[in-house]
């Protein structure tokens, strides 16, 4: 008996049955403020601790970050229980445990604990295997991106230049080349931020063309202005 008592005690469902349990003792708690309802919150949680310490030893129960800090507060409940029943010399139907914050606060903190039961859930530990081996990956291609960034800012920096030197200072909005541009549709759709004018508007003008979409509007600027066809 005592053997299939370590087995079920010492998996990762029983965790889980003894936190829900106690998450709805909490619940009641601050729903009733009964005494009894935290009575037997504490006895399970004290219950717990001593069942996973005899179960799992010293060793295991301590390398576990999750049953010593379980066991602390309950141990602290306790202690904060044995405090108040020797201090006003009552009995435990005379006092309002509901009124001590300490213990407010513990129930609460242990309550705001029960997510770290999904961080053991098997189809949890694939996904963040997968989360670590794809941040793996991606760590190793930043040098591949860097290299990637470095020839497209190079390339652009080699068009804009070649921009300026053919159409530096063509595109204006006065003047003979305006009235050349203002009936295309370049000059109809108010492309005229987008010239080779000076090298940061070049590079904007670069930039722009690398996503292709109406180039030919951005051709026909410069075409117009350089070419009497």
């Not at 009575?39 to 004290?46: F, N, R």
């Not at 497209?152 to 204006?172: D, E, V």
């Not at 909005?173 to 759709?189: F, M, P, Q, R, W």
């Not at 005229?192 to 951005?218: E, R």
């Amino acid at each position: 008996l005592s053997s299939m008592v370590a087995i079920r005690v010492d998996t990762y469902i029983f965790d889980v049955v003894v936190d829900c349990i106690l998450i709805f003792l909490a619940i009641l708690f601050f729903c009733l403020w009964n005494n009894q309802v935290f009575v037997t919150y504490l006895s399970l949680s004290l219950a717990e601790m001593v069942l996973k310490f005899l179960t799992k030893g010293t060793f295991r129960y301590l390398r576990s970050m999750r049953n010593p800090i379980d066991g602390i507060m309950s141990v602290i409940l306790f202690i904060i229980v044995l405090v108040l029943l020797a201090r006003k010399n009552s009995t435990v139907a005379e006092i309002t445990f509901a009124n001590n914050f300490t213990i407010r606060a513990i129930i609460i903190l242990r309550t705001l604990l029960f997510p770290r039961n999904i961080l053991v859930i098997k189809g949890f530990q694939q996904f963040r295997q997968s989360q670590r081996e794809m941040l793996d990956f991606a760590f190793k291609g930043v040098a591949h991106i860097y290299f990637l960034l470095l020839l497209i800012f190079a390339l652009m920096y080699w068009f804009a230049s070649c921009g300026q030197w053919l159409y530096g200072g063509l595109i204006s909005t006065t003047g003979a080349n305006y009235d050349l541009l203002v009936n295309t549709e370049y000059g109809i759709s108010n492309y005229w931020p987008l010239n080779f004018n000076d090298f940061p508007s070049a590079l904007i003008t670069m930039f722009v063309l690398l996503q292709v979409n109406n180039m030919h509007v951005t051709i026909q600027g410069m075409v117009t202005v350089t070419n009497i066809w």
